[in-house]
C-alpha cells in the first residue's frame, strides 16, 4: 500500500427507499418506501453526521408493478432535495436529471434553485435515460439511440452552464434610491442556437452560489467517458475488481488532462454495497438471508434489464449467452459480461449477485472488514472514494456510519469535519468564473 | 347586504418577492427578493398565523433586465414549495405550471410529490402561458395560439388526473412475508393516445393524499372558462368592479352546473391589492408614495405587456386607441380596456392604475374600510374570497393578517382555525373517487 491521499476520501449515499438489495426491504429491520420522508429525513441526518459529501438520488420516468420496490413509487427528486435542503446544514444533495427527457431551460432552473435554497449543495446527475419504454410516457415515438443521446447531452450540458451564467455574481443592484434593481450591462443573454436545442435566455434565477452547481456523470462508456473529461464534477460508476477499478480511473484522469484540465478535479466514485455484521459469520449470515429472500422472477427481470436483453428462456445452470450490444446500458451490461467470463458464473449465479447491488461491488464482513476493502481501492488509486449503497435502510446505514466511518476516520482517510461552506468547497474544487463576466 | 355566506371567506396570499405595486420594493420599509429564502419563510409563516388558505405563486419562463422585480429572478416553484412544505402545517401551497410547456407526466408527477411531501397541501394553477417569447427558451419556432392553447390545456389536464389515479389508495401491499410489495391488479396504465399527448403510465407516484391536488385557474377568456368549469377547484381572477365580480361568478357558476358539478365546488378568488394606513389620510399618502416611485418607462412596459401592445408611441394624455385583439391574456386586456373606457381614463392614468396591482383592483384605507370592501364583495356574492396581493412586504401582509384578518373573523366571514389535514378538507371540497378502482 502507497501513502493515504492528500484528499479526504469522498463518501457519497446513494439513497434508495427501499434499499439497495432487491429483498433488502423484507429484512425484518428494514424500514422503506420512496415516499417515506421521516425516514429519509433520519437517513439524510445521518448522512450529515457521518460527514459524508453528498446524498444521492437516482430517477427513472417509468414504472410498473414489477419494478424494484424503490422505483414502483417514489417522490420526485428535485421536490425532495429542496425538502431535504431544509433539515440538512453541510450534505450535498445531488439529484438525477435526463438530457433525454427534460428540457436544458427547466433542469438550468431547477438545479440553480436547489442551490440557492441549500446554500451552494445541489448537484446534477446528468443522464441520458435508457429504457427506450420513456418515451412512451413523454408522446414521443421514438428514443434516441444510445450515440446520439450522448451527442445530445454534450449539447445540453452546453445549454445548462451557459445559462447559469447569465447574471454576473454583482448584478443585483436593488438601489431603492435610484429604481435600479438589475444593471442590464451585467445579464448575459445566451442566444444558443444548435443542432439540438435553441435557447434564448436568461435564465430567471440569479447566478448560483457554487456558480455552477456540481455536475455527475454516471456513464461509462466511450461516449459517457467522453462528456464526463469534458464537464463533469464527479464520476459514479460500478466496477467490481481493483484492477478494473485502477483501469477506469487512470484512463479516465488521462481524458481529462487531455481537455486541459486539472485531473483531480473530476472524482471517481464506484459504488460500493457494504453488508456489515459484528463478526464475519454474523455479515455473511446476513448476506445469505438477503440473497434468500430474492424471488428468482424479479431478479432475472433484473439482469434482463441490466443487460439490455430478455434472458428468462435461457437455461439458468448455463453460462451467460453470447448477446448482441445493447442500446442501452453499454458499459454496465459489459461489466456484467465480464464478470460472469471472468468468474465462469452461471445465469443463476449471475442474476444472485446482479440482484444484490445491479451490478455495483458488494463488500461483506466486519466494520474493519469493510474498512479495510475500501481503504484498499482508495489508497491504491482505483477510486477517490465511493458511493455507498446500504443493502436496506436504516440498520445497515447506520451500522456504516456509526462503526465503519469511524475507522476511516481514524486511519486518516475520511475527514472529520465539514471545511467549506459549499458542497464545491467540501470538494476542494473552485468556482467557475463567468466568462461572460470576467473579473 | 344579505346574510353572510354559510362558507368562509377563502384567503389566499399571492406572494411575490418584490411584493405587487411595481415601486413596492422601493418603500424603505420594504424587504424583497425572488430568492430570499429566509424572508418567503416569514411570509408564509404570517399567512398560516392568518388562517390562508393558501400561498399562491405565479411563474414566468422569461426573463428580461427590464422585468418586474419580482420576475427578473426566483426560485423555481416546485422546489420553493417543498421547502416551504416543511416550516408549515396547514397552509395550502400552489404553484403555477404551463400546459404549453412542460409535460404532464411531469407535472403529474411534481405535483404528487409535493401533495405527499406536504401531507396533503398541493394546488396547481394550470395556466397556458400568454407569451410567445417563451417558445424561445423552450427550442420551439412557434408559440401555439390562444385558442389552441386551451385545446391543449384541456386535454394536458385529462391526462394528469388520469395519471393521478394510476394508483388505488389500498396497492401498496408492502408485505415482507410474501415479498408483494404492490398488487398489480391496483395498478392501472392510462394508456392515454390523444390529439396532442401520448402518455402510456403508470405514474411512479402513488396517489396523492389529497386524492387529486387541488387544480387553479386563471384564465377568463371563453375558452379559459369553460377549461375552468369542467376541471377548476379555485379561479383567479381581476374584476375591479361589485358588478363585474357578480356577474363573473353568477356566470361561472352556472357553467359549472352545466358541466354537472355542484357550483360550490368551484370558489372564485379576485385579486384585491390591500393599501393599508391607520388612518384614512396615512393609506392615502402611503398609496400616493407608492404611485409617486413608478418609473413611467417601466409602467408604459407593464401595460404594453398587459394590453398584448406597444402603446409606447401613443399621446400619453390622449385617450386609449383602439387596439386589435391580442393573441395573449385576452380577458385581462378586455377588463383594462373596459376600466379606461368606463372611467374616461388617459393612457398616463391607466398606466399608473395598471403599475399598481397589474390591472387587478386596488383597495386603499383603514383596516376597517379595507375589511368592509371585502364583505361588501363576499357577502353580496362577487367573490368566494380573495387573493391577497400586499404592495410590498412584509410590513403591508403583516398588517393585513394583524389588523384586517381579526375584523373578518370578528364578522364571522374568515376562519378562526383550521378544520381539515389536508387543503381539500380545509376548503371544504371532498376527494375524488379514483374511477379506476371504484369502492
Known amino acids: 500500500m502507497t501513502a493515504a491521499p492528500s484528499r479526504p476520501m469522498r463518501l457519497g449515499l446513494f439513497l434508495q427507499g427501499a434499499g439497495h438489495h432487491v429483498a433488502g426491504w423484507r429484512h425484518p429491520e428494514a424500514e422503506f418506501g420512496g415516499e417515506n420522508l421521516g425516514l429519509i429525513q433520519r437517513i439524510a441526518a445521518t448522512a450529515e453526521a457521518g460527514k459524508f459529501d453528498l446524498l444521492f438520488l437516482a430517477d427513472g420516468l417509468t414504472t410498473s408493478a414489477d419494478a424494484h420496490p424503490s422505483f414502483v413509487a417514489r417522490l420526485e427528486p428535485m421536490c425532495l432535495l429542496s425538502a431535504l435542503a431544509m433539515g440538512t446544514k453541510h450534505l450535498g444533495l445531488a439529484a438525477t436529471m435526463s438530457t433525454t427527457y427534460a428540457e436544458p431551460f427547466h433542469v438550468a432552473r431547477v438545479f440553480a434553485s436547489l442551490d440557492h435554497l441549500s446554500g451552494g449543495r445541489a448537484a446534477w446527475n446528468a443522464v441520458t435515460t435508457s429504457y427506450a419504454r420513456s418515451s412512451a410516457n413523454f408522446s414521443r415515438g421514438t428514443h434516441p439511440p444510445h450515440d446520439e443521446r450522448y451527442a445530445i447531452a454534450e449539447e445540453f450540458l452546453d445549454v445548462v452552464r451557459g445559462l447559469w451564467d447569465s447574471f454576473a455574481d454583482d448584478a443585483f443592484l436593488k438601489d431603492k434610491a435610484s429604481g435600479v434593481y438589475v444593471d ?49 464534477d464527479l464520476v459514479f460508476t460500478a466496477q467490481q475488481t481493483f484492477d478494473e477499478g485502477r483501469t477506469f480511473r487512470d484512463g479516465l484522469r ?49 439482469l434482463s434489464d441490466r443487460l439490455g436483453h430478455d434472458i428468462s428462456g435461457y437455461d439458468l445452470d448455463g453460462p451467460l449467452p453470447n448477446l448482441p450490444q445493447s442500446d442501452q446500458l453499454q458499459s454496465r451490461a459489459k461489466l456484467l459480461t465480464d464478470l460472469a467470463r471472468r468468474e465462469n458464473l452461471t445465469l443463476r449465479e ?90
Open 350 to 439: 449471475l442474476y444472485y449477485l446482479v440482484a444484490g447491488a445491479r451490478g455495483h461491488r458488494i463488500v461483506w464482513g466486519t466494520p474493519e472488514q469493510v474498512a479495510d476493502a475500501l481503504t484498499e481501492w482508495f489508497v491504491g488509486g482505483a477510486s477517490d472514494g465511493f458511493n455507498i449503497m446500504p443493502p436496506f435502510f436504516p440498520g445497515q446505514f447506520e451500522r456504516f456510519v456509526e462503526d465503519v466511518v469511524p475507522i476511516l476516520q481514524q486511519r486518516g482517510l475520511a475527514r472529520t469535519e465539514y471545511t467549506g461552506a459549499t458542497l464545491r468547497e467540501n470538494l476542494g474544487l473552485p468556482r467557475p468564473e463567468n466568462p461572460f463576466f470576467p473579473r
Open 254 to 302: 488521462r481524458q481529462v488532462a487531455e481537455e486541459g484540465r486539472d485531473p483531480d478535479h473530476l472524482m471517481i466514485l464506484p459504488g460500493v454495497c457494504p453488508v456489515i455484521g459484528a463478526t464475519e459469520a454474523e455479515a455473511k449470515a446476513l448476506y445469505a438471508q438477503l440473497q434468500g429472500g430474492i424471488d428468482p422472477a424479479a431478479a432475472i427481470l433484473l
Open 184 to 232: 442590464p450591462a451585467r445579464v448575459h443573454t445566451l442566444n444558443h442556437e444548435g443542432k439540438y436545442f435553441s435557447v434564448k435566455g436568461p435564465l430567471n434565477v440569479s447566478r448560483p452560489p457554487q456558480g455552477h452547481p456540481i455536475v455527475i456523470q454516471a456513464g461509462s462508456s466511450g461516449p459517457g467517458q467522453r462528456l464526463a473529461a469534458r464537464t463533469a
